[in-house]
């Protein structure tokens, strides 16, 4: 008997899906395991994921190798739906309303932005007063 050892992404511990041969089909293995689980077909899909690699396994004609352990993450059976509707504003528009959540790229660069504008208005003032200075000396 081969098997394949899984476990979802929330879980401690690996259980384990034997099957006979050297491989078994994706298609196959979400099967074992929605049975396993007691899950409905109708409800949710499953992304399975090698847990040595982080390769996920898209194609249900994919073939899983004996003793491989792969990592299970339950989604809605239509797909993962957005919550929210997402608008892209312009910098110049003025922001109202609730907090959304910002990438941290957008907020890295926002910082980065006001550090070298802050670090532009020193260099300026402090030139403006050294050049004051030395003007008074002459």
């Known amino acids: 008997m081969s098997c394949v050892h899984y ?29 396993r689980e007691k899950l409905k077909a109708a409800n949710c899909d499953l992304q399975i994921t ?3 690699s982080k390769e996920e396994y898209t194609d249900d004609n994919a073939l899983i190798l004996k003793n491989s352990s ?3 993450r339950r989604l809605p059976a239509g797909g993962v739906k957005a919550t929210s509707k997402t608008y892209v504003r312009s910098r110049t528009e003025a922001v109202s309303g609730t907090s959304k959540a910002v ?15 802050l670090n532009n ?5 402090f030139s403006k007063q050294y050049l004051s200075i030395i003007s008074s000396k002459t």
Do not use: P, W
């Open 103 to 117: 990438c941290k790229t957008t907020t890295s660069h926002v910082f980065y932005t006001l550090h070298l504008t």
């Open 70 to 72: 792969v990592i299970v």
């Open 50 to 52: 090698n847990a040595q």
């Open 7 to 35: 476990k979802f992404s929330s879980a401690l511990k690996y259980d384990t899906v034997s099957f006979n041969g050297l491989h078994i089909s994706l298609r196959d293995l979400k099967r074992q395991i929605m049975g």
């Open 121 to 125: 208005v020193a260099l300026y003032e």
